[in-house]
Protein backbone atom coordinates (compact mmCIF):
# COMPACT_ATOMS: atom_id res chain seq x y z
CA UNK A 1 0.00 0.00 0.00
CA UNK A 2 3.07 2.52 0.43
CA UNK A 3 3.40 1.95 -3.14
CA UNK A 4 -0.04 3.83 -3.88
CA UNK A 5 0.13 6.74 -1.49
CA UNK A 6 3.83 7.41 -3.12
CA UNK A 7 4.13 6.47 -6.37
CA UNK A 8 0.76 5.84 -7.96
CA UNK A 9 -1.51 8.76 -5.92
CA UNK A 10 1.01 11.26 -6.73
CA UNK A 11 0.74 10.29 -10.56
CA UNK A 12 -2.91 10.12 -10.62
CA UNK A 13 -3.41 13.45 -9.37
CA UNK A 14 -0.73 15.15 -11.41
CA UNK A 15 -3.01 13.73 -14.52
CA UNK A 16 -6.13 14.65 -13.29
CA UNK A 17 -4.27 18.33 -12.63
CA UNK A 18 -3.77 18.51 -16.08
CA UNK A 19 -7.11 17.06 -17.04
CA UNK A 20 -8.49 19.72 -15.13
CA UNK A 21 -6.06 22.52 -16.44
CA UNK A 22 -7.53 21.53 -19.97
CA UNK A 23 -11.00 21.43 -19.20
CA UNK A 24 -11.04 25.03 -17.18
CA UNK A 25 -8.88 27.01 -20.03
CA UNK A 26 -10.30 25.04 -23.04
CA UNK A 27 -6.56 24.01 -23.95
CA UNK A 28 -5.51 21.71 -26.52
CA UNK A 29 -2.05 20.07 -25.68
CA UNK A 30 0.24 19.24 -28.61
CA UNK A 31 2.88 16.98 -28.82
CA UNK A 32 5.85 18.41 -27.12
CA UNK A 33 3.31 19.49 -24.10
CA UNK A 34 2.73 15.58 -23.54
CA UNK A 35 6.56 15.15 -23.44
CA UNK A 36 6.72 18.19 -21.24
CA UNK A 37 4.03 16.20 -19.18
CA UNK A 38 4.80 12.57 -19.05
CA UNK A 39 8.24 12.93 -20.11
CA UNK A 40 9.52 15.51 -17.22
CA UNK A 41 7.25 16.94 -15.14
CA UNK A 42 5.18 13.79 -13.97
CA UNK A 43 8.64 11.83 -13.62
CA UNK A 44 10.33 14.42 -11.63
CA UNK A 45 7.60 15.38 -9.21
CA UNK A 46 7.37 11.58 -8.52
CA UNK A 47 11.04 10.96 -7.79
CA UNK A 48 10.95 14.00 -5.09
CA UNK A 49 7.78 13.49 -3.57
CA UNK A 50 9.56 9.61 -3.14
CA UNK A 51 12.04 11.77 -1.04
CA UNK A 52 10.45 14.55 -0.03
CA UNK A 53 7.09 13.93 0.25
CA UNK A 54 4.10 16.62 0.06
CA UNK A 55 7.06 19.03 -0.33
CA UNK A 56 7.18 18.40 -3.81
CA UNK A 57 3.70 20.58 -4.48
CA UNK A 58 5.69 24.12 -4.82
CA UNK A 59 8.08 22.57 -7.21
CA UNK A 60 4.82 20.97 -9.33
CA UNK A 61 3.29 24.29 -8.74
CA UNK A 62 6.73 26.11 -10.42
CA UNK A 63 7.03 23.62 -13.37
CA UNK A 64 3.21 23.42 -14.19
CA UNK A 65 2.87 27.28 -14.09
CA UNK A 66 5.99 27.55 -16.62
CA UNK A 67 4.71 25.24 -18.88
CA UNK A 68 1.22 26.90 -19.08
CA UNK A 69 2.30 30.22 -19.23
CA UNK A 70 4.24 29.34 -22.21
CA UNK A 71 1.36 28.21 -23.56
CA UNK A 72 -1.44 31.05 -22.82
CA UNK A 73 0.53 33.96 -21.21
CA UNK A 74 -1.28 35.20 -18.06
CA UNK A 75 -4.62 33.89 -18.25
CA UNK A 76 -2.88 30.71 -18.55
CA UNK A 77 -0.91 31.16 -14.97
CA UNK A 78 -4.42 31.90 -13.50
CA UNK A 79 -6.27 29.15 -14.80
CA UNK A 80 -3.13 27.11 -13.59
CA UNK A 81 -3.27 28.47 -9.94
CA UNK A 82 -7.10 28.19 -9.66
CA UNK A 83 -6.68 24.64 -10.98
CA UNK A 84 -4.40 23.79 -8.38
CA UNK A 85 -6.96 25.19 -5.82
CA UNK A 86 -9.59 23.41 -6.90
CA UNK A 87 -7.75 19.99 -6.63
CA UNK A 88 -6.83 20.81 -3.28
CA UNK A 89 -10.49 21.62 -2.54
CA UNK A 90 -11.45 18.13 -4.43
CA UNK A 91 -8.46 16.52 -1.98
CA UNK A 92 -10.16 17.41 1.26
CA UNK A 93 -13.74 16.75 0.08
CA UNK A 94 -12.56 13.51 -0.92
CA UNK A 95 -10.14 12.85 2.30
CA UNK A 96 -13.55 13.22 3.94
CA UNK A 97 -15.86 11.13 1.75
CA UNK A 98 -12.95 8.39 2.23
CA UNK A 99 -13.20 9.12 6.45
CA UNK A 100 -16.77 8.24 6.14
CA UNK A 101 -15.77 4.84 3.96
CA UNK A 102 -13.06 3.54 6.15
CA UNK A 103 -15.55 4.01 9.11
CA UNK A 104 -18.01 0.95 7.24
CA UNK A 105 -15.07 -0.58 5.02
CA UNK A 106 -11.91 -1.48 6.84
CA UNK A 107 -10.00 -2.35 3.23
CA UNK A 108 -7.31 -0.65 2.20
CA UNK A 109 -7.57 -1.49 -1.81
CA UNK A 110 -11.34 -0.36 -1.45
CA UNK A 111 -10.24 2.50 0.52
CA UNK A 112 -7.83 3.06 -2.52
CA UNK A 113 -10.25 2.60 -5.14
CA UNK A 114 -13.03 4.97 -3.60
CA UNK A 115 -10.46 7.31 -3.07
CA UNK A 116 -9.56 7.35 -6.74
CA UNK A 117 -13.06 7.68 -7.82
CA UNK A 118 -14.76 10.59 -5.56
CA UNK A 119 -11.06 12.40 -6.60
CA UNK A 120 -11.78 11.60 -10.15
CA UNK A 121 -15.34 13.21 -10.24
CA UNK A 122 -14.86 15.79 -7.82
CA UNK A 123 -12.12 17.60 -9.39
CA UNK A 124 -14.05 16.89 -13.01
CA UNK A 125 -17.37 18.75 -11.33
CA UNK A 126 -15.41 21.24 -10.18
CA UNK A 127 -13.66 21.94 -13.28
CA UNK A 128 -16.71 22.10 -15.91
CA UNK A 129 -18.22 24.67 -13.00
CA UNK A 130 -15.38 26.85 -12.99
CA UNK A 131 -15.41 26.97 -16.75
CA UNK A 132 -18.29 28.58 -17.39
CA UNK A 133 -16.72 31.59 -14.86
CA UNK A 134 -13.26 31.35 -16.75
CA UNK A 135 -15.30 31.08 -20.49
CA UNK A 136 -17.01 34.62 -19.10
CA UNK A 137 -13.66 35.97 -18.07
CA UNK A 138 -11.89 35.06 -21.18
CA UNK A 139 -15.18 36.76 -23.24
CA UNK A 140 -14.70 39.82 -21.19
CA UNK A 141 -12.18 43.04 -21.26
CA UNK A 142 -10.92 41.92 -18.04
CA UNK A 143 -8.95 38.83 -20.15
CA UNK A 144 -6.69 41.33 -21.83
CA UNK A 145 -5.91 43.55 -18.51
CA UNK A 146 -2.56 41.85 -17.04
CA UNK A 147 -3.02 44.28 -14.09
CA UNK A 148 -6.48 42.88 -13.17
CA UNK A 149 -4.80 38.84 -14.05
CA UNK A 150 -1.77 39.72 -12.12
CA UNK A 151 -3.92 40.90 -8.97
CA UNK A 152 -6.04 37.72 -9.10
CA UNK A 153 -3.08 35.72 -9.55
CA UNK A 154 -2.23 36.43 -6.04
CA UNK A 155 -4.86 36.29 -4.71
CA UNK A 156 -5.65 32.99 -5.59
CA UNK A 157 -1.97 31.70 -5.11
CA UNK A 158 -2.35 33.31 -1.54
CA UNK A 159 -5.08 31.09 -0.91
CA UNK A 160 -3.44 28.19 -2.47
CA UNK A 161 -0.99 28.58 -0.21
CA UNK A 162 -2.85 29.15 3.07
CA UNK A 163 -5.15 26.07 2.17
CA UNK A 164 -1.60 24.00 1.67
CA UNK A 165 -0.05 25.05 5.08
CA UNK A 166 -3.59 24.20 6.58
CA UNK A 167 -4.85 21.14 4.59
CA UNK A 168 -4.65 17.88 6.72
CA UNK A 169 -2.30 15.42 4.88
CA UNK A 170 -3.79 12.56 6.47
CA UNK A 171 -7.31 11.58 7.12
CA UNK A 172 -8.60 12.38 10.04
CA UNK A 173 -11.95 12.48 12.62
CA UNK A 174 -15.35 12.85 10.83
CA UNK A 175 -15.94 15.74 13.85
CA UNK A 176 -12.60 17.64 12.58
CA UNK A 177 -13.73 17.23 9.22
CA UNK A 178 -17.13 18.95 9.55
CA UNK A 179 -15.49 21.53 11.49
CA UNK A 180 -12.60 22.13 9.20
CA UNK A 181 -15.28 22.18 6.23
CA UNK A 182 -17.27 24.92 7.75
CA UNK A 183 -13.69 26.98 7.81
CA UNK A 184 -12.80 26.11 4.24
CA UNK A 185 -16.49 27.05 2.80
CA UNK A 186 -16.45 30.89 5.39
CA UNK A 187 -12.89 30.83 3.71
CA UNK A 188 -13.60 30.23 -0.02
CA UNK A 189 -16.93 32.41 -0.04
CA UNK A 190 -14.83 35.36 1.56
CA UNK A 191 -12.20 35.21 -1.44
CA UNK A 192 -15.06 34.65 -4.07
CA UNK A 193 -16.70 37.87 -2.74
CA UNK A 194 -13.11 39.88 -2.86
CA UNK A 195 -12.07 38.44 -6.61
CA UNK A 196 -16.15 39.83 -7.35
CA UNK A 197 -15.56 42.87 -6.09
CA UNK A 198 -11.88 43.45 -7.15
CA UNK A 199 -13.77 42.28 -10.51
CA UNK A 200 -16.81 45.04 -10.57
CA UNK A 201 -14.51 47.55 -9.38
CA UNK A 202 -11.58 47.22 -12.22
CA UNK A 203 -14.85 46.93 -14.91
CA UNK A 204 -16.20 50.19 -13.59
CA UNK A 205 -13.10 51.36 -13.93
CA UNK A 206 -12.28 50.72 -17.63
CA UNK A 207 -15.69 51.00 -18.38
CA UNK A 208 -14.95 54.72 -17.19
CA UNK A 209 -12.11 55.47 -19.14
CA UNK A 210 -13.97 54.31 -22.06
CA UNK A 211 -16.65 56.49 -21.70
CA UNK A 212 -14.18 59.36 -20.98
CA UNK A 213 -12.30 58.37 -24.49
CA UNK A 214 -15.79 57.91 -26.27
CA UNK A 215 -16.80 61.36 -24.86
CA UNK A 216 -13.40 62.79 -26.25
CA UNK A 217 -13.54 61.52 -29.89
CA UNK A 218 -16.96 62.41 -30.15
CA UNK A 219 -15.89 65.84 -29.12
CA UNK A 220 -13.17 66.21 -31.51
CA UNK A 221 -15.91 64.67 -34.33
CA UNK A 222 -18.06 67.58 -33.41
CA UNK A 223 -16.00 70.33 -33.43
CA UNK A 224 -14.59 68.61 -36.77
CA UNK A 225 -18.42 68.88 -38.14
CA UNK A 226 -18.58 71.92 -36.97
CA UNK A 227 -15.34 73.46 -38.91
CA UNK A 228 -16.84 71.82 -41.92
CA UNK A 229 -20.41 72.98 -41.96
CA UNK A 230 -18.64 76.73 -41.03
CA UNK A 231 -16.61 76.42 -44.04
CA UNK A 232 -19.77 75.08 -46.29
CA UNK A 233 -21.71 78.16 -44.57
CA UNK A 234 -18.97 80.75 -45.10
CA UNK A 235 -18.97 79.26 -49.29
CA UNK A 236 -22.44 79.52 -49.38
CA UNK A 237 -22.38 83.14 -48.26
CA UNK A 238 -19.21 84.31 -50.19
CA UNK A 239 -19.93 82.44 -53.53
CA UNK A 240 -22.07 85.24 -55.32
CA UNK A 241 -19.21 87.66 -54.45
CA UNK A 242 -16.55 84.68 -56.08
CA UNK A 243 -18.69 84.51 -59.42
CA UNK A 244 -18.65 88.82 -59.17
CA UNK A 245 -14.97 88.34 -59.10
CA UNK A 246 -15.49 86.34 -62.77
CA UNK A 247 -17.77 88.47 -64.47
CA UNK A 248 -14.98 90.96 -66.04
CA UNK A 249 -13.31 88.30 -67.20
CA UNK A 250 -16.31 87.34 -69.13
CA UNK A 251 -17.04 90.81 -70.14
CA UNK A 252 -13.76 91.58 -71.78
CA UNK A 253 -13.95 88.15 -73.13
CA UNK A 254 -10.36 87.10 -71.63
CA UNK A 255 -10.94 83.33 -71.35
CA UNK A 256 -7.31 82.95 -71.10
CA UNK A 257 -7.48 85.04 -67.88
CA UNK A 258 -10.56 83.50 -66.54
CA UNK A 259 -9.00 79.97 -67.41
CA UNK A 260 -5.58 81.22 -65.21
CA UNK A 261 -8.04 82.67 -62.48
CA UNK A 262 -10.40 79.79 -62.45
CA UNK A 263 -7.05 77.34 -61.99
CA UNK A 264 -5.49 79.43 -59.37
CA UNK A 265 -7.81 80.45 -56.83
CA UNK A 266 -11.58 78.69 -57.18
CA UNK A 267 -10.25 75.03 -58.11
CA UNK A 268 -8.05 74.87 -54.85
CA UNK A 269 -10.92 75.82 -52.43
CA UNK A 270 -13.16 73.16 -54.29
CA UNK A 271 -10.25 70.62 -53.38
CA UNK A 272 -10.04 71.76 -49.76
CA UNK A 273 -13.69 71.22 -49.59
CA UNK A 274 -13.83 67.63 -50.78
CA UNK A 275 -10.63 66.27 -49.14
CA UNK A 276 -12.49 68.06 -45.62
CA UNK A 277 -15.96 65.58 -46.73
CA UNK A 278 -14.29 62.84 -48.39
CA UNK A 279 -12.15 61.71 -45.47
CA UNK A 280 -15.65 61.26 -43.27
CA UNK A 281 -17.26 59.59 -46.24
CA UNK A 282 -17.20 56.44 -46.87
CA UNK A 283 -18.68 54.81 -43.59
CA UNK A 284 -22.48 54.77 -44.77
CA UNK A 285 -22.36 51.41 -45.39
CA UNK A 286 -20.70 50.66 -41.52
CA UNK A 287 -23.80 50.28 -39.16
CA UNK A 288 -21.69 48.87 -36.40
CA UNK A 289 -22.58 52.44 -33.77
CA UNK A 290 -19.41 51.71 -31.57
CA UNK A 291 -16.91 50.99 -35.06
CA UNK A 292 -17.99 53.52 -36.90
CA UNK A 293 -17.36 56.39 -34.14
CA UNK A 294 -13.91 54.96 -33.54
CA UNK A 295 -13.01 54.98 -37.38
CA UNK A 296 -14.24 58.66 -37.85
CA UNK A 297 -11.90 59.71 -34.61
CA UNK A 298 -9.00 58.07 -36.42
CA UNK A 299 -10.24 59.28 -39.59
CA UNK A 300 -10.47 63.17 -38.56
CA UNK A 301 -6.62 62.38 -36.62
CA UNK A 302 -5.11 60.58 -40.02
CA UNK A 303 -6.50 64.49 -41.34
CA UNK A 304 -5.26 66.91 -38.38
CA UNK A 305 -2.10 65.21 -39.85
CA UNK A 306 -2.30 65.58 -43.63
CA UNK A 307 -2.24 62.14 -43.92
CA UNK A 308 -4.41 60.75 -47.64
CA UNK A 309 -7.01 57.98 -46.27
CA UNK A 310 -9.20 56.58 -48.01
CA UNK A 311 -12.30 54.40 -46.81
CA UNK A 312 -14.35 51.65 -48.47
CA UNK A 313 -17.43 49.39 -47.60
CA UNK A 314 -19.12 48.76 -50.10
CA UNK A 315 -21.77 46.48 -48.51
CA UNK A 316 -24.07 47.66 -45.50
CA UNK A 317 -22.38 45.57 -42.74
CA UNK A 318 -24.96 45.34 -39.55
CA UNK A 319 -22.72 43.08 -37.62
CA UNK A 320 -19.33 41.73 -36.85
CA UNK A 321 -19.19 38.52 -34.80
CA UNK A 322 -16.17 39.48 -32.48
CA UNK A 323 -16.58 41.28 -28.83
CA UNK A 324 -16.47 44.84 -29.56
CA UNK A 325 -14.18 45.70 -26.84
CA UNK A 326 -11.67 42.90 -29.02
CA UNK A 327 -12.63 44.54 -32.08
CA UNK A 328 -11.72 48.04 -30.82
CA UNK A 329 -8.79 47.38 -29.71
CA UNK A 330 -7.81 45.82 -32.87
CA UNK A 331 -8.82 48.43 -35.33
CA UNK A 332 -7.06 50.83 -33.20
CA UNK A 333 -4.15 49.15 -32.92
CA UNK A 334 -4.06 48.84 -36.45
CA UNK A 335 -4.90 52.49 -37.74
CA UNK A 336 -2.99 53.70 -34.56
CA UNK A 337 0.50 51.70 -36.43
CA UNK A 338 -0.83 53.37 -40.19
CA UNK A 339 -1.19 56.93 -38.97
CA UNK A 340 2.19 56.54 -37.17
CA UNK A 341 4.06 54.88 -39.78
CA UNK A 342 2.75 57.28 -42.02
CA UNK A 343 4.07 60.92 -39.76
CA UNK A 344 7.17 59.07 -41.14
CA UNK A 345 6.64 58.73 -44.97
CA UNK A 346 8.70 62.35 -46.97
CA UNK A 347 5.81 61.86 -50.00
CA UNK A 348 2.43 60.88 -50.85
CA UNK A 349 1.51 59.44 -46.98
CA UNK A 350 -1.79 57.10 -48.12
CA UNK A 351 -3.56 55.26 -45.86
CA UNK A 352 -6.50 52.51 -47.42
CA UNK A 353 -9.09 50.93 -45.06
CA UNK A 354 -11.75 48.81 -46.35
CA UNK A 355 -14.56 45.92 -44.81
CA UNK A 356 -15.31 44.04 -47.22
CA UNK A 357 -18.44 41.48 -46.78
CA UNK A 358 -17.95 37.91 -47.42
CA UNK A 359 -21.76 37.20 -48.34
CA UNK A 360 -22.68 35.25 -44.89
CA UNK A 361 -19.12 33.90 -44.28
CA UNK A 362 -17.07 36.45 -42.94
CA UNK A 363 -15.91 40.17 -42.76
CA UNK A 364 -12.49 41.36 -43.59
CA UNK A 365 -11.13 44.28 -42.29
CA UNK A 366 -8.20 45.68 -44.44
CA UNK A 367 -5.54 48.23 -43.86
CA UNK A 368 -2.80 49.05 -46.05
CA UNK A 369 -0.35 52.05 -45.93
CA UNK A 370 2.87 52.96 -47.01
CA UNK A 371 6.36 52.22 -44.99
CA UNK A 372 9.29 52.76 -45.27
CA UNK A 373 12.26 50.41 -47.02
CA UNK A 374 14.42 48.85 -43.66
CA UNK A 375 11.00 47.95 -41.98
CA UNK A 376 12.03 44.61 -40.17
CA UNK A 377 10.32 41.29 -41.37
CA UNK A 378 6.68 40.51 -40.02
CA UNK A 379 7.57 38.08 -37.47
CA UNK A 380 10.04 40.11 -35.55
CA UNK A 381 7.53 43.14 -35.41
CA UNK A 382 4.79 40.50 -33.20
CA UNK A 383 7.50 39.90 -30.68
CA UNK A 384 7.22 40.39 -26.89
CA UNK A 385 8.55 43.74 -26.30
CA UNK A 386 9.66 44.71 -29.50
CA UNK A 387 9.88 48.42 -30.46
CA UNK A 388 10.91 50.52 -33.51
CA UNK A 389 10.53 53.82 -31.53
CA UNK A 390 12.43 55.38 -28.89
CA UNK A 391 11.73 54.72 -25.37
CA UNK A 392 10.49 51.51 -25.72
CA UNK A 393 7.32 52.61 -27.34
CA UNK A 394 5.89 49.21 -29.51
CA UNK A 395 3.86 49.17 -31.83
CA UNK A 396 1.32 46.95 -30.37
CA UNK A 397 1.34 44.08 -32.73
CA UNK A 398 1.94 41.48 -29.97
CA UNK A 399 -0.94 42.58 -28.10
CA UNK A 400 -2.96 42.82 -31.46
CA UNK A 401 -1.73 39.09 -32.31
CA UNK A 402 -2.82 38.32 -28.62
CA UNK A 403 -6.20 38.98 -29.21
CA UNK A 404 -6.89 37.71 -32.79
CA UNK A 405 -5.30 34.63 -30.90
CA UNK A 406 -7.73 34.56 -28.23
CA UNK A 407 -10.87 34.53 -30.80
CA UNK A 408 -10.99 31.23 -32.64
CA UNK A 409 -13.05 32.62 -35.60
CA UNK A 410 -10.55 35.73 -36.30
CA UNK A 411 -7.74 35.22 -38.76
CA UNK A 412 -4.56 37.39 -38.65
CA UNK A 413 -2.41 37.97 -41.96
CA UNK A 414 0.20 40.80 -42.04
CA UNK A 415 2.26 40.96 -45.04
CA UNK A 416 4.42 43.73 -46.52
CA UNK A 417 4.08 44.11 -50.70
CA UNK A 418 5.32 46.45 -52.90
CA UNK A 419 6.33 48.96 -50.28
CA UNK A 420 3.07 48.85 -48.50
CA UNK A 421 2.46 47.72 -44.86
CA UNK A 422 -0.70 45.39 -45.42
CA UNK A 423 -2.70 44.05 -42.28
CA UNK A 424 -6.10 41.50 -42.77
CA UNK A 425 -8.40 40.68 -40.18
CA UNK A 426 -11.13 38.25 -41.56
CA UNK A 427 -13.31 37.39 -38.92
CA UNK A 428 -15.48 34.62 -39.60
CA UNK A 429 -19.27 34.34 -38.79
CA UNK A 430 -19.14 30.95 -37.00
CA UNK A 431 -15.74 29.67 -35.39
CA UNK A 432 -16.20 25.94 -37.15
Not at 171 to 190: E, N, Q, W
Not at 240 to 245: A, C, R, Y
Not at 370 to 394: A, Y
Not at 406 to 412: D, G, H, K, T, W
Amino acid sequence: MELYNSVIIPIFQVIILFCVIKIISDLKYNKLDYISIFGIIIPVSSLFYIFIGPETIPILLVSTLILIYIRSKFLGLVVAILSFLLMYISNFFTLWISAMVERVIHNEYILFISYSLFFTLISLLLAFLTRFFVKKLTSSILSLNKAYLTLIGIILLSTFITLYMYMPKNIISYGDFKYLAVIYVIFIITIAILIVTVSFSIIREIQYKRNMKEIENYYKYTLQIEKINNEMRKFRHDYVNILTTMSDYIRENDMAGLRSYFNDEILPMQDSMQMNTVKINGTENLRVREIKGLLTTKILQAQEKNISISIEVPEPIEKINMPIIDLSRVIGIILDNAIEASESITEDALIRVAFIKNSDISVTFIVMNKCEDDIPRVHTLFQENFSTKRGNRGLGLFTLKEITDSNANVLLDTTIENGYFVQKVEILNSQS
